[in-house]
């Protein structure tokens, strides 16, 4: 299967800082998610971004798939942006191959 | 709309025990997958279903198995529990064509 490997795997924020999660993969890819796991687990989506960039508030993701990584901006960060990123990918099948995650605490 | 909706949240079992858990998925979306989550990890692929055929498998023993009904609902079944079962179990689901997942908020499994 695909290797997913995302950087740091811990940080630490003062609120209104800005922050950069990358996310590494080992194949090509036919998707890229960029998901934040909040306290009670679920999985919120942020970015569809198998490639380009897009950007959403405070929050933009920029995808190069034929160097194999994504980034994740997060921008003037708040408390609440605090939890785990994961970026996941699906190349030929449908399954998804997520990586261990970026724990993100930001302290007021 | 409702999104990707899982049942129970928490479950606690004792092991050799048996259990399933329940996902819906989003209206119109014909694609079902598990994962399961143990802590500090990121979540690893168990199955995946769509129009009622198994499309993939991951590296889990014959104890898991799924089915999914013909209004696209999908049950989880696990059996004789083992104490490592313990995990956060995720449905997903994707609408046809699109390789896109929405998350449900996770069933919570400890087996004691």
């Known amino acids: 299967g695909i290797q997913v490997e995302q950087s740091p795997p811990d940080l630490i924020l003062q609120e209104g800082a800005n922050s950069t999660l990358r996310c590494n993969f080992s194949?090509?890819?036919?998707?890229l998610q960029w998901f934040h796991q909040n306290p009670w687990g679920q999985l919120i989506n942020l970015f569809y971004i198998p490639s380009g960039t897009k950007q959403n508030g405070r929050l933009s993701a920029t995808t190069v798939a034929t160097e194999r990584y994504s980034l994740l901006y997060i921008s003037s960060s708040q408390t609440t942006d605090s939890g785990v990123y994961f970026c996941?990918?699906?190349?030929?099948?449908?399954?998804?191959?997520f990586g261990t995650g970026t724990s993100l605490t930001v302290i007021p | 709309d409702a999104g990707v909706t899982q049942s129970p949240t928490h479950l606690i079992k004792t092991r050799g025990q048996q259990v399933t858990l329940r996902c819906s998925p989003i209206?119109?979306?014909?694609?079902v997958s598990w994962y399961q989550q143990v802590l500090g990890q990121g979540p690893q692929f168990i199955f995946q279903?769509?129009?009622?055929?198994?499309?993939g498998r991951g590296n889990f023993p014959d104890r898991f198995s799924a089915r999914q009904f013909p209004n696209y609902s999908s049950e989880l079944n696990v059996n004789a529990l083992l104490l490592g079962d313990s995990a956060l179990y995720l449905c997903?689901?994707?609408?046809?064509?699109?390789?896109?997942?929405?998350f449900g908020q996770g069933t919570r499994l400890t087996v004691v």
């Open positions: 279903y769509y129009e009622k055929e198994e499309r």
């Open positions: 209206s119109g979306h014909k694609s």
């Open positions: 996941a990918v699906v190349n030929t099948g449908n399954q998804f191959y």
């Open positions: 194949d090509s890819v036919n998707n």
């Open positions: 997903a689901s994707s609408s046809p064509g699109s390789t896109e997942a929405f």
